[in-house]
């Protein structure tokens, strides 16, 4: 049986579109919730900014991404939550086609996927565990399991419906709507102050005299660390 929940409209467009000029490894200096890093772009450089539309597979049957598929909406990031299987593909080239003509902004997983040439060669933004030449199965061995919008655990990350998905060259770190949006303003501040130093230090200054002049924004953040 799989199960197919109500999706949760929580990320505010204009959150999504604040972030994408932003980088996670920013709003990593406060939350803990980055993935592990054996979780890698298939390609770079790249950026993946937008809600989770989470699924559970059977280790080797891949049937919820497709039920999943059904209620997706444009701009949704699928987080595929494979457990242990690492010898069958989440998805390959055809897939991902399918993907991109539904709008759907990229994909997460915890497994491998198949056809990265070809994954890199159309641009849609992909994070997995490598790449394995056999792929998984939408129906067989008569077994119909999984979930669609429920928790899922990927890369050492639980992963909630809605929760804002967010990844570059260096990875993917997750933040639920309300994170995103309570420190949208530090990651700008911090990111402003950044680009101000390396302009300075392309002067001729030290990191010292910047931050004499100029503190971090770190020194004014009281970090309260985030695990799911």
């Known amino acids: 049986m799989i199960t197919v929940n109500p999706r949760p409209d929580r990320l505010a467009p204009e959150l999504v579109q604040a972030y994408k000029k932003l980088a996670p490894a920013t709003l990593g200096h406060i939350l803990e919730t980055a993935m592990e890093s054996s979780i890698q772009a298939v390609w770079k450089p790249i950026k993946l900014v937008g809600p989770a539309l989470t699924v559970q597979t059977y280790p080797q049957i891949t049937s919820a991404v497709a039920a999943a598929l059904k209620i997706a909406k444009p701009g949704d990031v699928l987080v595929i939550a494979r457990g242990s299987e690492q010898r069958h593909a989440t998805t390959g080239e055809i897939g991902c086609l399918g993907y991109i003509e539904l709008g759907i902004a990229g994909m997460v997983t915890d497994g491998p996927i198949a056809d990265q040439v070809a994954i890199q060669r159309m641009q849609f933004p992909v994070f997995s565990r490598g790449s394995v030449a056999m792929t998984g199965k939408t129906g067989g061995w008569g077994i ?32 639920s709507p309300e994170e995103a949006r309570e420190h949208l303003a530090f990651v700008q501040e911090k990111e402003g102050w950044e680009e101000w130093v390396r302009g300075e230090i392309a002067r001729g200054r030290t990191i010292s005299q910047c931050r004499a002049e100029r503190p971090d924004p770190m020194t004014k953040v009281t970090i309260g660390t985030v695990n799911r």
């Open 144 to 175: 119909e399991w999984g979930a669609v919008n429920v928790p899922v655990n990927v890369g050492g990350v639980v992963v909630n419906p809605g929760d804002m998905v967010f990844g570059d060259d260096d990875g993917v770190l997750i933040a």
